[in-house]
């Protein structure tokens, strides 16, 4: 079993930056994929970056490209999501999860955190 939470989240102008967080503990996660996903108010939860644990493996959504950083921190067990020049069509709440395949697919993740709200204001 892997245990996630999330944290960084809040209400930011256009423009803005958050960093989000997610602390993984429980069962060795060398061998995770760790990914981020949103889910906006009547739309599907969407892929927006991934990384593996050795951080060699980066991939992010065209929608973020550019904007939105992630990266790792293995001995504090923590992925990051950073996040620049943030646009109203952000605002989503964030989840992180964790799978053991590189894939931009949820379903195939098998581990959440409770997510946590990002609101981006015009």
């Known amino acids: 079993q892997v245990q996630l939470v999330e944290s960084g989240g809040g209400l930011v102008q256009a423009g803005g930056s958050l960093r989000l967080s997610c602390v993984a503990s429980g069962q060795t996660f060398n061998y995770y994929v760790m990914g981020w996903f949103r889910q906006a108010p009547g739309k599907e939860r969407e892929f927006v970056a991934r990384i593996s644990w050795g951080g060699t493996s980066l991939y992010y959504a065209d929608s973020v490209k550019g904007r939105f950083t992630i990266s790792g921190d293995n001995a504090k067990n923590t992925v990051y999501l950073q996040m620049n020049s943030l646009k109203p069509e952000d605002t989503a709440v964030y989840y992180c999860?964790?799978?053991?395949?590189?894939?931009?697919?949820?379903?195939?993740?098998?581990?959440w955190g409770q997510g946590t709200q990002v609101t981006v204001s015009s």
């Open positions: 999860a964790a799978g053991s395949r590189a894939t931009v697919s949820a379903a195939l993740y098998d581990y």
